[in-house]
């Protein structure tokens, strides 16, 4: 018969070998949740990812958008640009402004413009010139290094002449300070320089403006 520490052995054997199952078990079950953790993890990742990209893939599409817009400086619901409409106060403050900031006289600009812009367009096409605005950007150029004008400065005198015009229209009411504002933030380059050679068409054509 076994004595009692050889039972005591026998039974700490046994526990021992019992409690190995459980450990594999416990260590499954450690590896089980690990895994299905880090599953979870990853796919809330990739979740996030995509949402990311397609957000990122549509503003593209939102931004195109607003530039077409916004090259037609803000236009309404009929595809015009505002000043399309505008009166005749708008042209002449504009015309005004604009020889002013350049140092010369209204007429000085008109001859210039007659000379070099509509001298090179048919016949045909004076009563309703179409002018594009490479043409607008080259004269206005041109103009103002005849006149010792930076680039910068030529802006900045366009600028500001756009802006006189639209406060003329603001002091008659055709237009609120916000409408204004919001019309001048909408113009880019291009528009300025086709408000500019508009003006001095209209005053060419004999037109009221």
Known sequence: MLNNEEQAKEGKIANILQQKPQRRADLRLKFFLLLLGVIVILSSGLVVAWRVYTTNSASPSRTQNNGSTNKKGSSNSSGEAPWEN????YWQTLRAQFAQGLHMTEQQVRDNFHSTVLAT??????GGAEISSPQATKWLNDLAQAQGISQEQLHAIEVAAVQQAHAALVQQHVLTQQQADQTIRGMNQDDMNMNIMEAFLRSSQGKKS
Request: glycine fraction near 10%; proline fraction near 20%.
């Open 121 to 126: 367009q048919t016949p045909a096409g004076h």
């Open 86 to 89: 505008y009166p005749a106060v």
